[in-house]
């Protein structure tokens, strides 16, 4: 798999991305993540890699009326929803078609940038990181977001597409969590010309729903999503079922809450 293709899906898996993993697994570390910038009124806020922008919304509550909030993302299914979802009070929204390789922004345009896990799967990391430089002002914030491993359920899952569907399902459903260690990313940073780098992990419990569904509409959502539906429906039901299973032990009635970390980095221009 190509790393521009990591994280390609169709208009149709886009819709379900925006209602499971967006809503479920994403949003979630929604505000924290525009914490860590301290977005303010009346400031230019990039949200790179935004999906179908529950980071962007966000940011655009915060930023106020006065302020403006651009979502770049590569995949257009994903730029298609975000353009469809009802407008949240404060600042205007912009979303753009792009890539973090060459961001469709002018040089010094904007006071923030955010990426809430999307910078692992940018194929060149370094020029990524020049471009998000390039287009913040002097001073400018960045506040970027990684998982910190593998993770729970992120681990349930990968192991029961290798036994039900394929170890290369299973591999292309995990790069998500093919992520840059803590000490990997503050060179990063450090060598695109950011100043202040600092990194620090962040917990929080993640609940979800009863996982014999939620796991099959969540993998509908994402690059597997059409050899899932090249499998039977007993190997579907399989899956759901295994990862039920793994986690039974974070059973609280209304399905799982289980603890999940990522690392948060943040930086100036």
């Given at each position: 798999m190509k790393p521009r293709e990591q994280f390609n899906v169709t208009l149709e898996a886009a819709h379900l991305y925006e209602r499971v993993a967006a809503r479920h697994l994403l949003g979630p570390w929604a505000a924290s993540l525009v914490d860590a910038a301290g977005v303010a009124e009346g400031e230019r806020v990039l949200d790179l890699a935004c999906g179908t922008g529950v980071v962007?919304?966000?940011?655009?509550?915060?930023?106020?009326?006065?302020?403006?909030?651009?979502?770049?993302?590569?995949?257009a299914g994903m730029i298609a929803v975000a353009r469809s979802l009802p407008?949240?009070?404060?600042?205007?929204?912009?979303?753009?078609?792009?890539s973090a390789?060459?961001?469709?922004?002018?040089?010094?345009?904007?006071?923030?940038?955010?990426?809430?896990?999307?910078?692992?799967?940018?194929p060149d990391k370094p020029l990524a990181l020049r471009e998000m430089r390039r287009v913040l002002d002097r001073g400018g914030r960045l506040a970027l977001s990684v998982w910190s491993?593998?993770?729970?359920?992120?681990?349930?899952?990968g192991e029961a597409l290798a036994r039900f569907a394929g170890e290369a399902t299973a591999a292309r459903f995990c790069?998500?969590?093919?992520?840059?260690?803590?000490?990997?990313?503050?060179?990063l940073a450090g060598a695109a010309g950011f100043a202040k780098v600092?990194?620090?992990?962040?917990?929080m419990s993640i609940h979800l729903p009863a996982?014999?569904?939620?796991?099959?509409?969540?993998?509908?959502g994402t690059p597997v999503a059409a050899s899932l539906a090249a499998i039977d429906d007993e190997a579907r039901g399989n899956?759901?079922?295994s990862v039920a299973q793994a986690l039974r032990r974070f059973d609280d009635g209304d399905g799982v809450t289980y603890p999940e970390e990522t690392h948060v980095l943040t930086a100036r221009a």
């Open positions: 962007a919304r966000l940011a655009a509550q915060r930023a106020g009326p006065r302020g403006h909030v651009i979502g770049v993302d590569l995949n407008v949240p009070e404060g600042a205007p929204l912009e979303w753009l078609e792009g390789l060459a961001i469709p922004l002018a040089d010094s345009s904007v006071g923030v940038v955010l990426c809430q896990q999307g910078f692992q799967f940018f491993g593998i993770g729970i359920y992120n681990r349930a899952v790069a998500s969590r093919n992520v840059p260690a803590r000490q990997v990313l503050e060179h600092s990194v620090r992990l962040s917990r996982l014999g569904r939620f796991v099959l509409e969540h993998l509908a899956i759901g079922a």
